[in-house]
């Protein structure tokens, strides 16, 4: 099943929240998200639909084994970007946050690939410092 570049975001968004893999409230993703709760509600169960959240009790989700890996690839090549933007280009700390997940969905595969190569490799010179969320 193919998914949507916004159910994407909001599956990274969960994982964000859920710190891994504990339930999140779908208030909580909302305002994460600046949407309304009623979108949350419509992505949640396109998500559970195709197997990475489970939908819980009071309107909170977690994610599947599925969704958990899923999300920590995207996860992992946002935070990836955002070094690069960080690093390599000097962008404000919340715009390289912002830009990496857009760029996720907007840049190639391998233009993606290329840039988390090159940042590995500066990180194997030198540490990569990111922010922590909500920081």
Do not use: W
Request: proline share 1%.
């Amino acid at each position: 099943m193919e998914f949507s570049n916004a159910a994407l975001r909001y599956l990274v968004a969960v994982y964000e929240l859920s710190d891994g893999g504990s339930a999140v409230r779908s208030v909580d993703i909302a305002r994460m998200m600046e949407v309304s709760p009623a979108s949350v509600v419509h992505m949640m169960g396109v998500l559970s639909q195709g197997g990475f959240v489970r939908k819980r009790r009071y309107g909170q989700v977690q994610l599947t084994g599925e969704g958990i890996r899923t999300a920590n690839r995207l996860y992992t090549k946002a935070a990836l970007l955002e070094a690069f933007f960080l690093q390599e280009l000097g962008v404000d700390d919340q715009i390289a946050r912002r830009d990496a997940v857009s760029c996720l969905f907007a840049l190639s595969e391998e233009s993606i690939e290329h840039i988390c190569c090159r940042t590995l490799q500066k990180e194997a010179r030198e540490p990569i410092i990111l922010q922590a969320s909500g920081a």
